[in-house]
């Protein structure tokens, strides 16, 4: 299965300001796709990033808030746009294979 | 639409079994199961494709009813490594089309 560098494991960031988030698979892969995961709770997707086209964002995220880039095959970047504390979470990054959805290690954002 | 899974937690004495399951609301593609540990990324357990078909993996195994929409996750002689929370994962679209929903989670605890 691949495997996926994901950085940075975590972060501290003020209010305001934005932090990219970057994904680097060691295989090409047409989708990848970028998860939040809110403490104890569940996964959520924000959007699916094909390599070539704009991403597709899910109901509730919006493009001028996560914009994510998506320059080739192996590489993806989030941007959590002006932050405010409710953006404090995990972000995670998913490419599929056929051994299922592989998983970067997290981004875990505090925003104070 | 999040799949629903029951029960939301269960905590078992280790070599005991345990049933979570996975409830969708729309046709599935596939059920996908992971398990998180805390802190750490979800990891892929099995995948069941539309047709109704039972897997196994070592003392792990599932099923998935198609025409139920849900699918059953089975542990049997629990260990204290089967601790952790587990998702299933479902896909409505075929290949080309794969966008992963989890469900709500079961937090599983093993006790010696």
């Known amino acids: 299965s691949a495997v996926i560098s994901q950085k940075p494991s975590r972060d501290i960031c003020q209010r305001g300001t934005s932090l990219t988030i970057q994904c680097q698979v060691d295989s090409q892969v047409t989708m990848m796709f970028w998860y939040r995961q809110q403490p104890g709770q569940s996964l959520t997707l924000i959007a699916t990033a094909n390599q070539g086209s704009e991403a597709t964002y899910e109901s509730g995220f919006v493009i001028d808030k996560f914009p994510i880039s998506r320059p080739n095959l192996t590489f993806s970047t989030l941007t959590v746009s002006n932050m405010s504390p409710e953006d404090s979470s995990i972000y995670l990054c998913s490419v599929n294979s056929f051994y299922g959805y592989t998983f970067g290690s997290g981004t875990r954002l505090t925003v104070v | 639409q999040q799949p629903v899974q029951s029960p939301q937690a269960v905590i078992l004495r280790e070599g005991e079994d345990a049933v979570i399951n996975c409830s969708s609301s729309?046709?599935?593609?596939?059920v996908h199961w992971y398990r998180q540990k805390h802190g750490e990324a979800p990891v892929f357990l099995m995948i069941?494709?539309?047709?109704?078909e039972q897997k196994g993996h070592e003392k792990i195994s599932a099923s998935f009813n198609e025409k139920k929409q849900q699918s059953s996750l089975y542990l049997t002689a629990s260990q204290l490594s089967y601790s952790g929370t587990y998702f299933c994962?479902?896909?409505?679209?075929?290949?080309?089309?794969?966008?992963?929903?989890f469900g709500t989670g079961t937090r599983l605890t093993i006790i010696p």
């Open positions: 069941l494709l539309k047709g109704g």
């Open positions: 729309k046709a599935l593609y596939s």
């Open positions: 994962g479902t896909e409505i679209g075929g290949f080309g089309n794969e966008k992963l929903t």
